[in-house]
């Protein structure tokens, strides 16, 4: 059973660069595209950003500027950086697992496991 | 980007009754070359992630009690709760997956009456 297991630091000052990592168990790494997406509290869900195990990157334009999103194949590990963040950025942030649309290489399917959320705070 | 709107924003059911929550999208989430709906819809339970219910519109994720049932096609889309259990009390989003800039909507509370 696949399982996702993130963590990061959850108190930032502003400016600051946030910095989380999620860890794939249980299942293959290859073949799929793992995002991170965030929750404001008592907000909806924004998606962040994407990457695959070759590295190829697709971002929020919203987020683009201050995004980076790579991985660790040898870990079975991708992590998100945020530069310059500010107390619009707290958030929860999740890590998700999208399969490859079968039908068409330039799709995915829907997010079928998400890790547990780690909450990120922004405060001076 | 592809904007979800959720309807209504909050919903209170009888246990035992019938939920519906709409999500329109500001364009097509058809693909005619295979012609499915990329549409999703997950539930979010307090401090918990979102568990994913259906895709492709109207297939049940693997697991998930067959009074959940999701409808629509193009722009327009339901999901139905057919007899409403205590359980089911959570916020429910909306997803497309036509574009990868992927997108939800605003979520729909639902709460026991």
């Known amino acids: 059973q696949v399982q996702l297991q993130q963590w990061g630091a959850g108190l930032l000052k502003p400016s600051e660069t946030l910095s989380l990592t999620c860890a794939v168990y249980g299942g293959s790494f290859s073949g799929y595209y793992w995002s991170w997406i965030r929750q404001p509290p008592g907000k909806g869900l924004e998606w962040i950003g994407e990457?695959?195990?070759?590295?190829?990157?697709n971002y929020n334009p919203s987020l683009k500027s201050r995004v980076t999103i790579s991985v660790d194949t040898s870990k079975n590990q991708f992590s998100l950086k945020l530069s310059s963040v500010t107390a619009a950025d707290t958030a929860v942030y999740y890590c998700a697992r999208a399969p490859p649309d079968s039908w068409n290489d330039e799709r995915r399917d829907a997010f079928d496991i998400w890790g547990q959320g780690t909450m990120v705070t922004v405060s001076s | 980007d592809i904007v979800m709107t959720q309807s209504p924003d909050s919903l209170a059911v009888s246990l035992g009754e019938r939920a519906t929550i709409n999500c329109k999208s500001s364009?097509?989430?058809?693909?005619?070359?295979?012609?499915?709906?990329?549409l999703a819809w997950y539930q979010q339970k307090p401090g918990q992630p979102p568990k994913l219910l259906i895709y492709?519109?109207?297939t049940r994720e693997s697991g998930v009690p067959d009074r959940f049932s999701g409808s629509g096609s193009g722009t327009d889309f339901t999901l139905t709760i057919s007899s409403l259990q205590a359980e089911d009390v959570a916020v429910y989003y909306c997803?497309?997956?036509?574009?990868?800039?992927?997108?939800f909507g605003q979520g729909t509370r639902l709460e026991i009456k």
């Open positions: 364009q097509s989430v058809l693909y005619s070359s295979n012609n499915k709906n990329y």
């Open positions: 997803q497309q997956y036509y574009s990868t800039r992927f997108t």
């Open positions: 990457i695959n195990h070759s590295g190829s990157t």
């Open positions: 492709w519109a109207s």
